[in-house]
């Protein structure tokens, strides 16, 4: 029995996943990412195929550490043939990360317009169309971005952790409550503005960090349209790596 081993480093952690076929089977998330982590992986599970997807830089050390462990590697750069086509007008520039996400959208719903919403430090906004188009996207702040920037560009607004679970009024009775609503809901509003830009069978996949703080607030036009997938952006690099591996 073999595996495919998907990286994913963004900028401040990475995660590791190993697939097996579709079925993701483990995955981790670590600060480092050092070649004696891919080797502890290796060792409990044989790595047939290796894919890396970096935000941040190019490693050469744990490309050289994949060719060790893994049979074939890939690195996701705007010259890997890919399970979509893509609508932006620089592809060279687009986060690799969002381009696996819009993959891990099309192998969870194929032929569908879908909303692909990642919401981390930044949130990105990305349209996926039913015959595998990438369409194109926006870019916002996120969640913790918002609260900073009102605390860091105000004399009185404090700062609040509007990431953390609780309740979030509809209409905040004192400052901090008033503050983590209108980020909260303003972020959701914008989730339900884009989605109601696109067809009306359109799905939202939200992904990134704040995802499941922010779904119970994103209205569901119909049922089950709104999908939480944390693992949305390692199924589709594992997605990008079957792809390549059928074209050889």
């Avoid at 890396?52 to 462990?69: A, D, Q």
């Avoid at 696996?100 to 879908?114: D, E, I, N, W, Y």
């Avoid at 700062?159 to 009775?173: H, K, Q, Y």
């Avoid at 049922?223 to 199924?235: C, H, K, N, S």
Wanted: proline share 6%; hydrophobic share 45%.
């Amino acid at each position: 029995m073999s595996y495919n081993l998907v990286i994913d480093q963004g900028n401040s952690t990475a995660k590791i996943a190993v697939f097996e076929g579709d079925s993701l089977v483990e995955q981790w998330r670590c600060e480092d990412l050092l070649p004696e982590v891919l080797r502890r992986v290796a060792v409990s599970a044989p790595i047939e195929a290796a894919i890396y997807c970096s935000v941040t830089h190019h490693s050469e050390n744990i490309i050289f550490t994949l060719r060790e462990i893994a049979g074939k590697v890939y690195e996701l750069t705007s010259l890997l043939p890919l399970p979509i086509t893509i609508g932006y007008a620089t592809p060279s520039s687009l986060g690799r990360d969002r381009i696996a996400a819009v993959a891990g959208a099309r192998a969870m719903l194929p032929g569908r317009t879908v909303l692909v919403v990642d919401a981390g430090t930044a949130i990105t906004y990305d349209v996926l169309q039913p015959d595998g188009n990438f369409l194109g996207g926006n870019i916002a702040p996120g969640l913790w971005l918002r609260a900073e920037a009102l605390n860091r560009h105000t004399e009185r607004l404090p700062l609040v952790n509007v990431e953390t679970p609780g309740d979030v009024a509809l209409w905040g009775t004192d400052t901090p409550r008033a503050i983590t609503a209108g980020i909260v809901r303003g972020v959701a509003g914008e989730i339900d503005y884009y989605r109601r830009m696109l067809p009306d069978d359109a799905a939202v996949i939200l992904t990134g960090g704040d995802a499941v703080r922010l779904a119970p607030f994103v209205p569901q036009h119909h049922a089950a349209d709104v999908i939480v997938e944390p693992a949305l952006v390692v199924r589709g690099l594992n997605c990008i790596l079957q792809y390549n591996q059928a074209l050889q």
